[in-house]
């Protein structure tokens, strides 16, 4: 990479629904709704989604720290911050898991153990499954 310092966004496009007694269903786009989705996808797209909101929240200024956001939200500023890192997915593995078509060992446990921040690296199988 250059020295310039370059941004990437994105956007996963869900939609969250109250349901009774106050629990929140996350609908994903319809291009995934056809897929037979497992418990573990719906603990990664939940994952991912809780992920890129905390740090759209950062971004925008509204906590100046992890552990600011931690603390907002009532958990253990460790697992925000192992949490955050799935903000460094590849874009295409990021819209696997959103479709439902990632590697049948990748889990969320696994994906919050330390993986390569480099895209390329992600994509030759560094990844822990």
């Known amino acids: 990479?250059?020295?310039?310092?370059?941004?990437?966004?994105?956007?996963?496009?869900l939609?969250?629904?109250k349901q009774r007694g106050g629990r929140k269903l996350m609908i994903a786009p319809a291009s995934t709704t056809n897929r037979e989705a497992s418990?573990?996808?719906t603990t990664l797209v939940k994952?991912?989604?809780?992920?890129f909101r905390w740090r759209r929240m950062m971004e925008a200024g509204?906590?100046?720290t992890i552990n600011e956001l931690a603390a907002a939200e009532k958990i253990n500023s460790s697992y925000v911050s192992r949490l955050l890192r799935l903000t460094l997915l590849a874009p295409n593995i990021v819209e696997?898991?959103?479709?439902g078509r990632q590697p049948k060992g990748m889990t969320l446990p696994g994906l919050m153990e330390p993986f390569p921040v480099?895209?390329?690296r992600q994509q030759t199988g560094a990844m822990p499954d």
């Open 1 to 13: 990479m250059t020295g310039v310092a370059q941004m990437l966004t994105v956007r996963v496009p």
């Open 15 to 17: 939609a969250i629904r």
């Open 62 to 64: 509204r906590y100046g």
């Open 96 to 99: 696997a898991i959103l479709d």
């Open 47 to 51: 994952a991912l989604a809780r992920a």
């Open 39 to 41: 418990a573990g996808d």
């Open 118 to 120: 480099e895209w390329s």
